[in-house]
C-alpha cells in the first residue's frame, strides 16, 4: 500500500509509536504518515483523526531553496517573531538573589577560670567590641554548665554588636589570662575562637520562618538597636582619642614600666631575657624588625618596631593597660624615630653589640664571683 488506511489501529504492524514525537507512524513504501487526531483506548482502532504525510527535512531544504530570495537568510527569525520572544523573555520572572549569610558576631571561650562571671567577662571582652544586650540591657554573655552537676565548664559564648569586633577580639585575646589587667596572670589561658552554630555546618538548607513580633517587641527592639550603634559610635571615638594620631602609619611601639634600672644592675642577664620576651609576644601579631631596651631611661622604656602599621596597632590594643612584674604598662605609637637613652654602642636599629657588651660584664660578673669563693 502507498497510502495508510482510513483509521489508526495501533495492531497493524505497520504502525508503530514515534517515542520522541508521541505519534503513531505509519510507515509505507515510499513515505511515511503521522497520525493527527484522537489516540486510540484500549487498543481499538480510532476513526477520529486522519494521517498526514511526513515530510523529512531533505525535503523541507529542497523546498527552501526554490522559494528562497537572495539577501535573506532563512534560518533567522522574522522580525514580529524576534520581537515576541524578546517579549517573553522580558516577562519570565529573573531567579531570587541567594540570601547572604548572616553576619557571625559571637566568640566562644573555652579554659576561662572556673569562678570567673560575667561581669568580669564583659568588662574584658568589651575593651574591643561594644556587646550586644538583651531587653534587660544586659551583655549577651552566656555560660556553659555541666548537665549532670551544674558547674561552670570554663566555657562562654560571647556576643558583639558588630562582626569586626569577633577577629579583633580573637586576635588580642587568644591564648591570653581573662584577669592579666589586674596582674593575675596564673592557670590555663583562654582560648578565643569564632563561635560556630548548627545551621552553619548543617546539610539541612530548610529555613525556619523567623516568629512574628508584636508592635511592643519592634519598638523594644528599635529602641536597643538605636542604643547599640549609640555605644558603637562612642567606643569608636573614645578609642580613636586614647591612640595616638599617628596610629594611621606609625610601626613602632614604646613600652614604658617594663623594668627598673635597679634590675638591670641587680641582674646582668635581665635585659637578654626582656627583649626576649617581648619579641616573641609581639611577633605573634606580625614581623618584628627591632626590639630595643633603652637601659638609661628611668621609666623602663622598649621600643618594637613593626614591618607593617597594623600589627603595631594589635600591640598597642594588647600590651597597653597590661600588668608586667607587678607594673601596669603604658604603650604608645610613634611612626618616628625613638630618642630615648641607653648605653653609648652600636646604631640603635641594630643593638646585636649592647647584647653583647652585657653578656661580656655577665661572664666578669661571674669570674669575680669565683675569685672571691677562692
Known amino acids: 500500500m502507498s497510502e495508510p488506511p482510513a483509521y489508526l489501529d495501533p495492531r497493524d504492524p505497520a504502525v508503530h509509536l514515534d517515542q520522541h514525537t508521541q505519534r503513531y507512524v505509519w510507515e509505507g513504501a515510499e513515505k511515511d504518515w503521522e497520525w493527527h487526531g484522537r489516540l486510540p ?3 481499538e482502532r480510532q476513526t477520529s483523526g486522519r494521517w498526514i504525510e511526513v515530510i523529512s527535512q531533505e525535503e523541507i531544504n529542497k523546498q527552501q531553496e526554490v522559494y528562497s530570495v537572495a539577501g535573506v537568510d532563512e534560518t533567522v527569525p522574522a522580525a514580529p517573531v524576534i520581537k515576541r520572544q524578546q517579549g517573553k523573555k522580558r516577562k519570565e520572572p529573573e531567579p531570587a538573589a541567594p540570601k547572604k549569610p548572616k553576619p557571625n558576631t559571637a566568640v566562644f571561650v573555652s579554659q576561662l577560670p572556673l569562678d570567673a562571671v560575667v561581669s568580669e567577662i564583659a568588662e574584658v571582652f568589651s575593651r574591643y567590641g561594644v556587646l550586644l544586650e538583651n531587653e534587660e540591657g544586659e551583655p549577651r554573655i552566656k555560660l556553659y554548665h555541666d548537665n549532670e552537676t551544674g558547674a561552670f565548664k570554663g566555657e ?20 591570653t589570662y581573662l584577669r592579666a589587667s589586674k596582674g593575675v596572670c596564673t592557670g590555663p589561658r583562654m ?3 569564632r563561635a560556630q552554630f548548627q545551621n552553619e555546618t548543617s546539610a539541612d538548607t530548610s529555613e525556619k520562618k ?26 569608636d571615638s573614645d578609642s580613636d582619642s586614647e591612640r595616638p594620631k599617628a596610629q594611621a602609619t606609625a610601626r613602632t611601639l614604646i613600652l614604658k614600666k617594663m623594668f627598673t634600672l635597679a634590675e638591670l644592675d641587680e641582674d646582668a642577664t635581665l635585659l637578654l631575657d626582656l627583649k626576649q620576651d617581648v619579641r616573641e609576644e609581639c611577633e605573634s601579631l606580625g614581623e618584628v624588625t627591632n626590639v630595643v631596651l ?12 613593626f614591618r607593617d602599621p597594623a600589627a603595631a596597632q594589635r ?7 597590661r600588668y608586667f612584674a607587678g607594673r601596669q604598662i603604658v604603650a604608645s605609637l610613634t611612626d618616628v624615630r625613638p630618642k630615648f637613652r641607653k648605653t653609648a654602642h652600636a646604631d640603635d636599629e641594630d643593638d646585636e653589640n649592647d647584647e653583647r657588651r652585657r653578656a661580656d660584664a655577665f661572664g666578669d660578673w661571674l669570674d ?7
Open 191 to 193: 582560648h578565643v575562637e
Open 41 to 43: 483506548v484500549g487498543g
Open 294 to 305: 633603652w637601659d638609661r631611661e628611668p621609666e623602663g622604656v622598649i621600643t618594637v618596631r
Open 368 to 374: 669575680g664571683q669565683g675569685e672571691e669563693n677562692k
Open 315 to 321: 600591640a598597642y590594643a594588647k600590651m597597653d593597660g
Open 156 to 175: 562562654a559564648l560571647v556576643v558583639y554588636f558588630k562582626p569586626e569586633s569577633v577577629e579583633l577580639a580573637i586576635q588580642l585575646l587568644d591564648d
Open 210 to 235: 523567623p516568629r512574628e513580633l508584636s508592635e511592643a517587641e519592634r519598638k523594644s527592639l528599635k529602641k536597643r538597636m538605636s542604643k547599640m550603634n549609640s555605644k558603637t559610635n562612642d567606643w
